[in-house]
């Protein structure tokens, strides 16, 4: 099992710009989850969804970002015209079930870099 | 308020013998707590998880960790360093998937 991936690893991107962060994840898992770790914080939940639907986005900002769990293919958190402040690392995780936390695998997270 | 604190940000032991990372919470209710492995460019791996069944937590590749509830602490322990075991690990403690607060990580170096 090659576990959760995320792509890409590393992401540089000038303000304005749109960030597209993917996360496979593991076989047989039909629950993602995104965190975002700021500098000198710890990871924050954005959102948790299941394939084609969106079940908690809680939190997640209101504006400028928004993520999508299709049918096929992997999870998509899309982050429009970014800014300096989303400069963070982007983790997901997945799970076989709603169990979330004690079931969770993490992927090794996406570094965005915002200039 | 909830946190997580990993005492040590680095350790070094020599093969074959014991390793101890050390993990501290603060809670107002008792959380779920966790231990994650990262080996370089990969994702975290879960290595063993207290959930309140029993206080003794088993996890894979030889590990443990025991929940003491007076001491607030949940240390990682095992008996004898394998190469493999170098790493970065990551206690983490939480409620729920919107709950979840990561220790800093402690990078575990093992000398041959």
């Known amino acids: 099992n090659a576990g959760v991936m995320q792509n890409p690893r590393h992401l540089v991107r000038r303000r304005g710009q749109e960030a597209r962060l993917r996360c496979s994840p593991m076989?047989?898992?039909?629950?993602v989850y995104w965190y975002r770790q700021l500098p000198e914080e710890g990871l924050k939940f954005m959102v948790y969804l299941q394939k084609e639907n969106i079940i908690d986005e809680s939190g997640m900002p209101k504006e400028r970002f928004s993520a999508e769990f299709p049918k096929e293919g992997p999870s998509i958190l899309r982050i429009q015209q970014v800014v300096r402040g989303d400069s963070a690392a982007y983790f997901c995780a997945s799970s076989p079930d709603g169990t979330g936390i004690y079931e969770q695998y993490f992927g090794p997270g996406t570094r965005l870099t915002v200039t | 308020a909830q946190s997580v604190t990993q005492l040590d940000s680095h350790v070094s032991v020599s093969e074959g013998t014991p390793v101890l990372l050390r993990c501290n919470y603060s809670?107002?209710?008792?959380?779920?707590l966790f231990w994650y492995v990262q080996h370089p460019n990969k994702g975290l791996q879960l290595l063993l998880k207290y959930t309140s069944a029993a206080t003794l937590v088993k996890g894979i590749n030889g590990f443990e960790a025991e929940f003491k509830k007076s001491e607030t602490s949940f240390h990682l322990t095992k008996p004898s360093a394998h190469m493999s075991d170098a790493a970065e690990y990551f206690c983490?403690?939480?409620?729920?998937?919107?709950?979840?607060?990561f220790g800093p990580g402690t990078s575990l170096s093992v000398i041959p």
């Open positions: 983490v403690g939480g409620t729920s998937y919107d709950k979840v607060i």
């Open positions: 809670s107002s209710y008792s959380p779920s």
């Open positions: 076989k047989g898992h039909s629950h």
